[in-house]
């Protein structure tokens, strides 16, 4: 069975510093899709990333980076040059890697991230 | 382009009603997603579509709950007889035809029941 664990329920972090929000998963299946979601008070999911399991570099989407580490099924977000406007919930979630035939996203239980100036 | 739409975005009722959500996705989306999320937690899977096809079902999708997405456009989302137990954000995201393409989220809908 696929899981996700977000050990961090909360982070602070100081205005343009850089911040590390941890992701474990657990999985079976050889191929598989790591997604990484931000969720501000107002309750929309907000996609920030994405790392497939054959991807050999790591992602990166602005000042979004993703430190994916398959051996020791890890993918932790790095967010750089925080902002005020970055204070949410953070999200890990695991699916099917691009080009599979399964659908669900499997989500973590969240890091509730705040930055303070 | 317009996002993922969801209507209503708040939703308070008695238990025992019943509700009905309405979810419009992404225009050339193929695959639209029925997920529910509870206070302190990550949203989970309840169901979702490819075009008018219902593909898979959660075991949480008790038999109070059914969706449908006629014609492979909108869907709805129906919980019979609500119980308090049925509190929660109800989130739609939709995704292009490939699987494991990114789902893309609405803004939710929240149900209180009373």
């Not at chain 1, 929000?21 to 997604?35: K, Q, V």
């Not at chain 1, 994405?50 to 992602?59: E, L, R, T, V």
């Not at chain 1, 890890?74 to 399964?102: E, H, K, P, W």
């Not at chain 2, 238990?15 to 009905?20: A, E």
Request: aromatic fraction near 12%; proline fraction near 4%.
């Amino acid at each position: 069975a696929q899981k996700i664990t977000q050990t961090q329920p909360g982070m602070f972090v100081q205005e343009k510093e850089a911040v590390t929000l941890d992701c474990t998963y657990d999985t079976s299946d050889p191929s598989y899709g790591l997604f990484w979601y931000k969720q501000p008070s107002s309750g929309e999911m907000i996609f920030l990333i994405y790392q497939g399991s054959y991807d050999q570099q790591n992602a990166t989407e602005g000042r979004y980076s993703l430190n994916f580490q398959k051996a020791r099924k890890s993918a932790n977000l790095v967010i750089s040059a925080s902002q005020l406007g970055d204070s949410a919930m953070y999200f890990c979630a695991m699916g099917a890697d691009r080009g599979s035939t399964l659908g669900r996203l499997y989500f973590g239980r969240g890091t509730q991230l705040t930055v303070w100036p | 382009d317009t996002g993922v739409s969801q209507d209503p975005r708040h939703k308070i009722t008695k238990r025992g009603q019943n509700v009905t959500f309405r979810c419009d996705p992404i225009s050339e989306h193929n695959r639209l997603y029925w997920y529910r999320q509870t206070l302190g937690q990550g949203p989970e899977f309840l169901t979702y579509f490819q075009n008018e096809a219902q593909l898979e079902k959660s075991r949480l999708l008790s038999d109070r709950f059914s969706a449908e997405r006629p014609k492979g456009s909108f869907s709805t989302l129906e919980i019979q007889r609500t119980e308090q137990g049925d509190s929660a954000m109800y989130l739609c995201a939709s995704s292009p035809r490939v699987s494991g393409e990114t789902q893309y989220f609405g803004p939710g809908t929240r149900l209180l029941v009373l």
